[in-house]
């Protein structure tokens, strides 16, 4: 026998993050793309003090009926992307070509990417972020999928289009939209001040999470902060969730955030970096909205400057 024993219990738990964060999200989300610079800003606070979970809420299905007048419903779309904007600064495409036709591919994806690195599947879902609110071009088929994610650090791009249609990964999505659509009570009456104040959705079937919603789990209790929300609350939720003290916001050098996050927009800038002046050699990339910053290397594979390479 080796000597070694199997950790007690109470070895166990102390292993495990204090904290519990599980986001409800979609990639075609304008809310959700606005909170960015806040959900980044708490992950780069929280760090290891969290386990933080994606649950994808499947905001457009694909048995959805389709719009009688495609381009009218884009166009429906796009000024309700630029309302949301006007509260949370994020960029927006100056046209949206279509509106999402399902948010499944996108969601699939991503669960896809996680067995391939945390870091990876964030990136994945960052570019297919982007190809809705920087280009204007959903990724909600396949096919763009792979012309979202090409060139990825550290993706293998093959074998995440095989995983994405598997059966395991099809499962982990319907049960994503099956989660998003069991609020807990907290959210259902809730009266809340603000633009997005994240009162449950009613649904012809039922109720569903707002997007986006945050609950935080730990030795403080079950904290839920739904919609748009000042940094301040998430970080305040997360302290009474994990019972524990927690830092303050953690800011980083404008580089060292670039090199982390690959690609920021001018919200995420001030945020994550406490100033609005980008690094040296970042790539701007402008929107309707004000600039994203792309890493150099990330600039080389982005859709967004190939898309301009090409006009």
Known sequence: MSGQRPPRKQDAARDEPPLRVTEF??????????????FRLLRQTLGERAQWRQVFGILFDEDDDPAPDPDAEARWYERFI??????????YA????????TSRPASQAVTAARA??????????RRLRETTFVLGTP?????????????????????????LGSEGVRAAVCADH????????????????????????????GHRYALPTLLF??????VVVPGRRAFAEYLDAARTAAGAPLPGPVLLPPDVALARWRSLTGPELTALAGTPAPPAGA????TANGPVWLHPDEARTHPMTRTRAAE
């Open 25 to 38: 999200t979609d990639a075609a989300c304008p809310w959700a793309w606005g909170a960015e610079p806040d």
């Open 217 to 222: 789990e730990g030795a403080g209790g079950r």
């Open 139 to 163: 990724a909600d088929t396949a096919d763009g999928v792979r012309e979202a994610v090409l060139g990825v650090p550290g993706l293998d791009t093959g074998r995440l289009l095989r995983d």
């Open 178 to 205: 099956a989660e998003t659509r069991r609020p807990l009570p907290e959210v259902w009456d809730l009266e809340a001040p603000g633009p997005h104040p994240g009162r449950a959705k009613e649904l012809d079937d």
């Open 116 to 125: 391939q690195g945390e870091a990876v599947a964030q990136r994945v879902l």
């Open 283 to 286: 790539v701007r990339v402008d």
């Open 82 to 91: 630029a309302d949301v904007a006007a509260h949370t600064g994020a960029p």
């Open 94 to 101: 100056p046209r949206l070509h279509w509106l999402t036709r």
